[in-house]
């Protein structure tokens, strides 16, 4: 059950929309439901001899405007407070009685009429249709003193969520006030008449969070939205520094012709310019110095190196969601950019699940803890990478990776929906979920050619050599206290470890890690995961076609490897940086 509450000054030209034909002919047997006395003349249904409803309207206008007129100067400006209800589709259809009760119990929690208060406000519920009531009360007491209604918004929230529960309804989300506006029915309407899929007010949104994502800068960011094809128009104080922005959809114009701006902060709270230039202000790191950069090779293509750096990036902001408030905070934030660049740059298949990701996550990213101190430079470095190097292939490397990294996003949503809950944050933890299911729907498109050619590698594998390894993962993943290898395929995660000890690693110790670097309480498919992250910590190719990295040492996974003269020798002593243990960061759930 939605309420939406607005303010207005005229009660005339509200009732005469609420029992008109509405704007489309949608309004079908206008009626009162309630009133404050239960005695309210209607419009709708006059049964008086010889009934003009223009006069009864009139009437009923009058009866709500009483206490104003007397109230004179006294009475706010705004005197109407217009509250629409609304069901949710899945519901039931209320009565009349039932929506009746509703309305009372709104108009009483918001403090317009209080029950058994004699002087309380004027008001009347109206019904237009099976699934919404309009509330309409005017704002002056009978003591002619003005309501006294702080909070009535998150108030009458707090009523339905009541009201939910005692009805059998859909029992919904409570807000906290961070959400983004929603668009207007005149918005909504214009959309559709002009043959838009959504709002404009809707679009500018996407187009504002995919322009800042990874941006290094000011100047970038404003670039980017002109790229975009934006209308930008900045604000500058007499010193020439910029105080806002306001963005336009060419062709979005007023009855006037002119070119309809929205602000940022009108676009979503964390949109505004001080907010955007807070997050800029930290910039992105000048070279990405993780272990997962320095894996890159020069043979893949910029955007599997790109989408490789980024997994590695997300393992660790999935361990800092354990952490304190505010790091877990900017690292939401961050995660937001990072699904705002991979969506901007997937491939085709996987486009439509990646962009509505990227949108459902986009509420999660926005709650009350403040994340204003912590460093993101490195998830927001991954996320520039990723727009640099520009749109990735469906198939190859590029779709392996692409992969790997929706793989790890997966459970970072899924991590982000932990922490929400456990902190209240209702609407940004079913925000998270849905995400994640957003996200194994592109994996499940991303994954399949890789994922096969993979298991037939391993279907290839000599008898002797899978029985091996399939030892080596019945002894490993039990040990570990993971049980559902056994529901899935294990060839795909054999062919990865025949590949890892041919390039020189321990088969036995490299799935150990791979194990102990994250839960995977919460994957869908164990084998799946554990085939990702062992090819990212092995410098596997993502797609069993491409040619594999030699081996390195210094890493604790290396073998010793025979040499010409048929002894065994140690591997070289040339490092790289090792990857840090999450095991330092967080306990394992």
Known sequence: MVPKIRRGSRTHGLLVYLYGPGKRDEHADPHLVGSWDGFAPDPGRDTSPDPDPKVTLARLAAALDLRVKQAGTKAPAEHVWHCSVRTD????????????????????????????????????????????????ATMVRGDLRRPRMNYDFKKAQAECRRIEQEMGLRKLKPGDGTGAKTPTSAERFKAERTGRPETPRETLREAVRQA????????????????????????????????????????????????????????????????????????????VTTAEAASGRSDWSPPARGRRTATGIAERAAILLDSNDE???????GVGELLDAVAQTSPAA????????????????R????????????????????????????????????????????LVALAAARWHSARGHAQQAEASRQTAEHLRAAYRQAATAPMQALRDHGRALPESERRTYETTIRAVLPASGIRAYAETNTDALA???????????????????????????????????????????????????????????????????????????????????????????????
Request: with cysteine; proline share 8%; hydrophobic share 35%.
């Open 89 to 136: 589709p899945g519901d039931r259809n209320l009565t009349d009685a039932e929506w009746g009760t509703v309305a009372r119990r709104l108009v009483q929690a918001v403090n317009l009429a209080p029950d058994g208060d004699p002087d309380g406000c004027r008001w009347v519920a109206v019904r237009h249709a099976d699934d919404h009531i309009h509330i309409l």
């Open 212 to 287: 800042v994502a990874g941006a290094a800068g000011e100047p970038e960011f404003f670039t980017r939205l002109r790229e975009a094809g934006l209308r930008v128009k900045l604000r500058h104080a007499p010193s020439g520094d910029i105080l806002g922005y306001t963005v336009a959809l060419p062709g979005d114009r007023n009855r006037d012709r002119e070119p309809v701006w929205f602000a940022g902060s009108t676009l979503a709270p964390d949109l505004s310019y001080p907010k955007i230039q807070r997050r800029l202000a930290h910039g992105t790191a000048d070279a």
């Open 327 to 333: 790091d877990a905070a900017a690292q939401l934030v």
């Open 350 to 365: 996987t486009r439509a699940e990646l962009g509505a990701a990227a949108r459902s996550f986009e509420r999660a990213t």
């Open 367 to 410: 709650s009350h803890v403040r994340a204003e101190r912590a460093d993101t430079r490195s998830i927001r470095s991954a996320a520039r990478g990723i727009i640099q190097a520009g749109g990735a292939l469906g198939r190859g490397e590029d779709g392996g990776t692409t992969a790997m990294l929706v793989s790890t996003l997966v």
């Open 495 to 589: 062919a990865t470890l025949a590949q890892a000890e041919q390039a020189g690693h321990d088969p036995k110790v490299l799935l150990q890690e791979a194990i102990e670097m994250r839960e995977l309480d919460t994957a869908e498919d164990v084998n799946d995961v554990l085939v990702w992250r062992l090819r990212r910590l092995a410098q596997l190719p993502a797609h069993p076609g491409e040619a594999a990295r030699p081996p390195q040492a210094g890493t604790g996974r290396t073998k010793p490897t025979p040499n010409r003269t048929g002894t065994r020798t140690a591997p070289p002593t040339t490092t790289r940086p090792a990857a840090p243990d999450p095991r330092n960061h967080a306990p394992r759930r």
